[in-house]
């Protein structure tokens, strides 16, 4: 499988394709306050434990459902060599946003990742993550207490051979 | 014992820009080792930024964040200065924290 036999990226390689990612837009950013949201300031251990996708949004949001919106921008690459470091951020334009969270489909627990992001930070992330094989990745925006999502296909090639 | 934290935070008019890079296995527990004996889950589980006693940014992270993570985030509300916090605690329970001055 994929997994981790990647070889060490250079520091050089990673801070380079940092600072190539663009800075986050501010335009939208409103600073209405919103109620804070219980239980994000304990670590969610079941919605990691969950296997698929659906099952680890229910287990984090409760029963509310994503709404796909095109202002949720989420930039991973088209095909990915090395399956053990995959480049994914999300940028969003929404207002009163409160947290982001990856997903990877077909991961064994598909939560990657959970992001909360008080008022006056910038709403976007960027970070790397694992991907066993080519899978979906979901990104969640709340915003407003709604759910608002971007998903991209990432195909993961092993050995720089196909998809 | 050098810091696993390496923190970049650079200040720019209103904004902070911070980029993390933490040193850490971030063993999934679903790889094997050369003898086939499975590699235990060894990740971090929480990172968090703090500036001015108000945390700016948390990372709620489980093992399919990559080897030697690396997070990328802009807040407001800091200068020049300023000291910033960062955290992490693993599932092992172990930790690590660093104070860097935002530039």
Redesign the interface.
């Known amino acids: 499988?994929t997994?981790?036999v990647?070889f060490p990226v250079s520091?050089r390689l990673?801070?380079k394709a940092?600072t190539s990612?663009a800075?986050?837009g501010?335009s939208g950013f409103s600073l209405t306050p919103i109620p804070a949201l219980a239980a994000?300031d304990k670590?969610?251990e079941d919605a990691?434990k969950q296997k698929s996708d659906a099952a680890a949004i229910k287990s984090l949001y409760g029963g509310k459902a994503a709404e796909a919106s095109d202002k949720v921008k989420l930039d991973a690459p088209e095909i990915a060599e090395n399956g053990?470091?995959?480049p994914v951020?999300v940028t969003t334009t929404l207002p009163a946003v409160t947290s982001i969270s990856f997903f990877?489909s077909e991961?064994?627990?598909a939560?990657?990742?959970?992001?909360?992001?008080?008022e006056?930070?910038?709403p976007?992330?960027?970070?790397?993550?694992?991907?066993?094989k080519t899978s979906n990745v979901i990104a969640i925006v709340e915003s407003e207490g709604k759910l608002y999502s971007a998903t991209r296909e990432v195909k993961v090639t092993v050995g720089g051979c196909g998809g | 014992m050098p810091s696993t934290i390496r923190v970049r935070a650079i200040s720019s008019g209103d904004l902070t820009e911070v980029q993390a890079l933490i040193q850490h296995p971030m063993d999934s527990g679903f790889m094997t080792d050369a003898q086939g004996a499975t590699i235990p889950a060894h990740f971090i589980q929480e990172l968090t930024f703090e500036c001015k006693d108000k945390k700016v940014f948390v990372a709620d992270w489980g093992p399919a964040v990559s080897k030697d993570p690396y997070v990328k985030f802009s807040f407001k509300g800091a200068a020049k200065g300023d000291d910033l916090k960062i955290s992490w605690v693993d599932n092992k329970g172990a930790t690590d924290t660093i104070t860097a001055k935002i530039q």
């Open positions: 499988m997994g981790e990647g520091r990673v801070l940092a990612v800075l986050i501010l994000y670590y969610p990691f053990a470091v995959v951020s990877v991961n064994p627990n939560l990657a990742a959970f992001y909360v992001i008080p006056g930070t910038v976007g992330v960027a970070n790397r993550l694992k991907m066993q």
